[in-house]
């Protein structure tokens, strides 16, 4: 059986860490790694930084016919008042992540099949966290961590069984 994830065209949306004041060579390594790994697995367009751009990136596709299945992305946080941090709970995550829960949000109503992954430093292990982000579009969670073959191997997993369920509700129909 064919995989349904095989002919997937993911998004990969990562932070720029070539940017001034924030070159990190080894997350660079591991960008272009997790990228590679994808790209051998799935078509894959690549941009820097969660943004507005992003959600007219994927508009612009789907005009060309050129829809995306996945979104794979870091979720960048804000500054909290350490008020927010004290008080902790769902509350804390909701104003840590606003302008990128928004965004994703944007996205989701915008195109409800996309497949969403946020591969992210959050704190996916937080219960809070995980609803939060799901409440806001995102499909699953991928920590990130200092392995690509690791990280890559959740998000394949998460696209191929998202990919794999939307397939069955599509013969469903």
Known sequence: MENPAANIRVLFVDRDYTEEGHLDER?????REIAHLMSEDFGLEKMFGLSERVALRIQERIREGKKFGALVTHVPYNDVDDGYRRIGGSLYYLKRYAISLDILSNIRRMNPQLIIVA?????????E???IFKENGVDAMVGKTL?????????KMHLDDFAAKRQENIGKI
């Not at 591969?119 to 219960?127: F, L, M």
């Open 129 to 131: 966290c995980s609803r």
């Open 119 to 127: 591969y992210t430093g959050a704190d996916i292990e937080v219960s």
């Open 27 to 31: 997350a660079i390594k591991m960008q």
């Open 147 to 155: 392995d690509p073959d690791r990280d890559y191997g959740y998000i």
